[in-house]
């Protein structure tokens, strides 16, 4: 069984980098054909995919966020990374890590098989 888990600070000053992390637990994640994504949700709005890091490594983000935008993977600790730079107010959502064994339609929710119970990230000084 296949269960994702956020970690990170709940609050950043605006300007800074938000940095999640999220460990898969019971898969790896460099297994064929598993995608890995970050996805948000404001308050008071519906879900935004932010982007992938596929089981081959490379990555994807969308284009409204790809200028401030990275993620990456730490194979050896079985994690994958997300940084968001130059965070405004408008940065504020619960965060979610989310999986699927197959590369997901990007805003087909019920796509992705795995997602982790997501975390509260406040932008705010």
């Known amino acids: 069984q296949v269960q994702l888990q956020e970690s990170g600070p709940g609050l950043v000053k605006p300007s800074q980098t938000l940095s999640l992390t999220c460990t898969v637990f019971g898969g790896s994640i460099t297994t064929n054909f598993y995608y890995w994504s970050w996805i948000r949700q404001p308050p008071g709005k519906g879900l935004e995919w932010i982007g992938y890091?596929?089981?081959?490594?490379?990555?994807y983000y969308s284009p409204s966020l790809k200028s401030r935008t990275s993620i990456s993977r730490n194979t050896s600790k079985n994690q994958f990374t997300l940084q968001l730079r130059s965070v405004t107010p408008e940065d504020t959502a619960v965060y979610y890590c989310a999986g699927s064994r197959t590369m997901a339609t990007q805003h087909i929710w019920y796509e992705y098989d795995y997602w982790g119970q997501g975390t509260q990230v406040t932008v705010s000084s």
């Open positions: 890091i596929p089981y081959s490594g490379s990555t």
